[in-house]
């Protein structure tokens, strides 16, 4: 590692990068010749993706909770150190609470997820701020995962439903707030990609109405190709927001 920036060199962050969307995600873009970084709380999950790339030291792990402040700067600061630059952050990491009546929620569950989802991402867009207004050539790429529930809830989903309207949000006014440093926001909205967050939705979740009916879902790598390709717009160029899901997902007309 070097901590030089060089011109030629494209390097991202992924948060929540050893399972799921994050580990699809970080393998494309490791793939497509990025450096990137593997953020997330497991470090043996994050060693794991970076064995599968095949990346060599293009892949680096670093354990993070990024729902501590301290925690996202010393991410922040090995990137810096490895690679003197940062040109896309994809703010992924993401955390659920069970399905119960919102009367029955525990108040902890609620303050895990709003703290991961929301106050986490939040910090890293802070951090990628600092340092993509301050490298040269200035600017980079935030790419913020959102959900079909940053658009339409489920049933028993306030804290999910809530931290995800909520990074629609911050998208917006990350998008706003960046243009004068040449920074990128845009939100990518999955519905029903074949994870280990979202593998019930396979064999039956609630609807409106309260029935419990199998959703269709899609390959998580497709997910990740789609990833790739927001991040491979030119630096004038933003899909500011971008859907993808299976087609007879019950999205439109859901209710």
Partial sequence: MTNQADA??????????????GRASSLALLRDGWHVALAGRRA???????????????ALAVPTDITFPESVAALFDTVREAWGRL????????????????EDLPVDRWMAVINTN?????????QAFRLMKAQSPRGGRIINNGSISAHVPRPDSAPYTAS????????KTTALDGRKYDIACCQIDV????????????????QADG??????????????RTVLHMAN????????????????MPFVGRG
């Fill in 164 to 171: 995800k309207h909520a990074i629609t949000g911050l998208t």
């Fill in 8 to 21: 030629t060199r494209r390097v991202a962050l992924v948060t929540g990068a050893g399972s799921g969307i």
């Fill in 191 to 206: 519905g029903n990609a074949m994870t280990e967050l979202a593998a019930r939705m396979s064999r039956g979740v609630k």
């Fill in 87 to 102: 040109d896309l952050l994809f703010n992924n990491a993401g955390l659920n609470a069970p399905g119960v009546p919102l």
């Fill in 44 to 58: 043996e999950a994050l060693e794991e993706v970076a064995r599968a790339s095949g990346a060599g030291d293009r």
């Fill in 118 to 126: 929301l106050t986490g991402a939040f910090l890293c867009t802070q």
């Fill in 211 to 224: 029935e419990i009916r199998v959703e269709p879902m899609i390959d998580v790598e497709d997910v990740g």
């Fill in 233 to 248: 717009q030119p630096p004038g160029v933003n899909l500011f927001s971008v859907t993808i899901m299976a087609t007879k």
